[in-house]
C-alpha cells in the first residue's frame, strides 16, 4: 500500500517569495492534515481536511498561509508571502475516517527554507 | 489543551542497551501514538496504543491511561533505532481530532 506522498522533499526560497506544497493521501484515506514542525519541536497542526471540507484552521495564519482539497482527494498548501520564521518542515498526513480515535499517516515532509 | 511531557529529552547509549522513555499527558485519551522521526525527517508509525499493551519485534510499548503515562521500550540497541520519538495524543482545540506532539527523545545509539 501506497503511502502519503509529498512533493517537493526540499524547497529553499526568498522571503516575500510565494511556495506551494502538494499531498497525496493514502488511497481511500478521507481526513487529510497538514502540520508544521519547526527544528527542535514537535509537530503541530495546521488544518484538518474532511474530504474537501474544513474541519478546522483555527492554527493557520490565514494572512499569508492557505490550502485546498478542492475533490476531496490531493490537497495543495500555499504561503505568501512567505516570512524568515515560515522554515520549517510540513508534513502531510492522513487517516482512513475523522475522529479521535484513529490511527494518521505521515509522508516525509517538504522542508523549507525561507532566506 | 492537553499538555504532553516527555522524557528524557537526550538519550545516548551504545548499540545493545536498553531503554525505557516515558510520555506523560494531562488528559484521559482514546488514542495514542508512537512514532520514530529518522535522520531524514520521516514520522514513522510504531504504536497505536490508547490502552493495553502492544509489542512488535524489540520495541513494546505500555498505556496507562488511568494514570495518564505511556512507556516505549526499546531492547537491543541498534544504531538505526536512532533519531527522535515523539508520542503525541488528541488535538483539543476547534473542532479538528489531529495530533498535539510532545516535545520527542532525542535517541542516539553508538556503535
Known amino acids: 500500500e501506497a503511502g502519503v506522498a509529498q512533493s517537493p522533499r526540499y524547497k529553499i526560497i526568498e522571503k516575500r517569495q510565494s511556495v506551494a506544497f502538494w499531498c497525496n493521501p493514502i488511497?481511500?484515506?478521507?481526513?487529510l492534515y497538514w502540520y508544521q514542525q519547526i527544528l527542535g519541536q514537535g509537530p503541530k497542526l495546521l488544518i484538518q481536511?474532511?474530504?474537501?471540507?474544513?474541519?478546522?484552521d483555527s492554527q493557520l495564519p490565514k494572512d499569508r498561509f492557505s490550502a485546498e482539497r478542492l475533490k476531496g482527494v490531493d490537497s495543495t498548501l500555499k504561503i505568501q508571502p512567505a516570512k524568515l520564521e515560515d522554515s520549517a518542515v510540513y508534513l502531510c498526513?492522513?487517516?482512513?475516517?475523522?475522529?479521535?480515535?484513529?490511527?494518521?499517516?505521515f509522508g516525509q515532509g517538504t522542508r523549507l527554507t525561507v532566506v | 489543551g492537553i499538555q504532553v511531557e516527555q522524557s528524557p529529552p537526550d538519550l545516548i547509549l551504545q548499540e545493545g542497551a536498553n531503554s525505557t522513555l516515558r510520555c506523560n499527558f494531562s488528559?484521559?485519551?482514546?488514542?495514542l501514538q508512537w512514532f520514530h522521526q529518522n535522520p531524514w525527517g520521516q514520522l514513522i508509525n510504531l504504536f497505536y496504543?490508547?490502552?493495553g499493551t502492544k509489542q512488535n519485534g524489540r520495541l513494546s510499548a505500555t498505556t496507562v491511561a488511568t494514570e495518564r503515562y505511556s512507556l516505549l521500550y526499546i531492547s537491543s540497541s541498534q544504531t538505526t533505532d536512532s533519531g527522535v520519538y515523539f508520542c503525541?495524543?488528541?488535538?483539543?482545540?476547534?473542532?479538528?481530532?489531529?495530533?498535539?506532539f510532545g516535545k520527542g527523545t532525542h535517541l542516539i545509539i553508538q556503535p
Open positions: 498526513a492522513s487517516s482512513l475516517t475523522a475522529g479521535v480515535d484513529t490511527e494518521a499517516f
Open positions: 488511497s481511500g484515506h478521507a481526513t
Open positions: 481536511f474532511q474530504n474537501n471540507g474544513v474541519v478546522d
Open positions: 488528559d484521559s485519551v482514546n488514542n
Open positions: 496504543i490508547p490502552s
Open positions: 503525541a495524543l488528541p488535538y483539543s482545540g476547534g473542532g479538528a481530532d489531529g495530533l498535539t
